[in-house]
T-cell receptor
Framework: GAVVSQHPSRVICKSGTSVKIECRSLDFQATTMFWYRQFPKQSLMLMATSNEGSKATYEQGVEKDKFLINHASLTLSTLTVTSAHPEDSSFYIC????????????FGPGTRLLVL | GESVGLHLPTLSVQEGDNSIINCAYSNSASDYFIWYKQESGKGPQFIIDIRSNMDKRQGQRVTVLLNKTVKHLSLQIAATQPGDSAVYFCAENIGGATNKLIFGTGTLLAVQP
C-alpha cells in the first residue's frame, strides 16, 4: 500500500511554544491530506482538510489560528500547533487518499505531543 | 466535537475462533466504507473496504458485510490470532467531493491464547 510518514514521532514541549508536525506522502502525490487528533481510548476526530495550493478547511470547533495548516507541495502538509497548552497534548495523525475520489486513505504513524 | 466515553467496547475471543466486530454508521449518503486496525501507539492500518453497491467483500481471513437498510457494517475475522489484537475502527466516506472519513467509536479486540 501507499506510504505516509510523519515527523516527529513524538515531541515534548513547554507550554506556550509552537510545534510543527510534518506529513509526507512518500510514493504518491496527494492534493488533499487530512489531520486528525486522537485522545487515549477514543476514536479519531477529523480536525481539518489540507488542500494543496489553497486554504485548509477546518471542522466545526477547530480553531484555525491555533492549528495552522500549510500544504506547500503535493507530498507535504504541515500542522503547527501554536502556543501549545497541556490540553493540546494528544496523538496527531495525518492521512492521504491514494488517488482520486473515494479512494482508500492511508494513515501516517502518528505524532505524540506532550505539552508540559 | 468531543468524543464521549473513555472506555472502548471490548470483544474477547479465544485464539482460533472467529471474531465479528460490528459498527453502525450515521449517514445514509455514505458510499464507501473502510475497516482499519490500530495497534497501540500507531496509526490506523487499512484492512478492507467496501462500496455501497456491494453487500459483501472478502479478503484474506477477513470479510466485510454491509447492510444499508439498517446502516450497519460488520467485520468478520476468521481463525483469530494473537496478532489480531488491536482496536478496530469502521470509517464512512460521506460522499461528495470532500473525501472525508468519519470514524466510529472503535472496538478493542482481545485475543486470548
Amino acid at each position: 500500500g501507499a506510504v505516509v510518514s510523519q515527523h516527529p514521532s513524538r515531541v515534548i514541549c513547554k507550554s506556550g511554544t509552537s510545534v510543527k508536525i510534518e506529513c509526507r506522502s512518500l510514493d504518491f502525490q496527494a492534493t488533499t491530506m487530512f489531520w486528525y487528533r486522537q485522545f487515549p481510548k477514543q476514536s479519531l476526530m477529523l480536525m481539518a482538510t489540507s488542500n494543496e495550493g489553497s486554504k485548509a478547511t477546518y471542522e466545526q470547533g477547530v480553531e484555525k489560528d491555533k492549528f495552522l495548516i500549510n500544504h506547500a507541495s503535493l507530498t507535504l502538509s504541515t500542522l503547527t500547533v501554536t502556543s501549545a497548552h497541556p490540553e493540546d497534548s494528544s496523538f496527531y495523525i495525518c492521512s492521504a487518499p491514494h488517488s482520486g475520489w473515494g479512494e482508500t486513505q492511508y494513515f501516517g504513524p502518528g505524532t505524540r505531543l506532550l505539552v508540559l | 466535537g468531543e468524543s464521549v466515553g473513555l472506555h472502548l467496547p471490548t470483544l474477547s475471543v479465544q485464539e482460533g475462533d472467529n471474531s465479528i466486530i460490528n459498527c453502525a454508521y450515521s449517514n445514509s449518503a455514505s458510499d464507501y466504507f473502510i475497516w482499519y486496525k490500530q495497534e497501540s501507539g500507531k496509526g490506523p492500518q487499512f484492512i478492507i473496504d467496501i462500496r455501497s453497491n456491494m453487500d459483501k467483500r472478502q479478503g484474506q481471513r477477513v470479510t466485510v458485510l454491509l447492510n444499508k437498510t439498517v446502516k450497519h457494517l460488520s467485520l468478520q475475522i476468521a481463525a483469530t490470532q494473537p496478532g489480531d489484537s488491536a482496536v478496530y475502527f469502521c470509517a464512512e466516506n460521506i460522499g461528495g467531493a470532500t473525501n472525508k472519513l468519519i470514524f466510529g467509536t472503535g472496538t478493542l479486540l482481545a485475543v486470548q491464547p
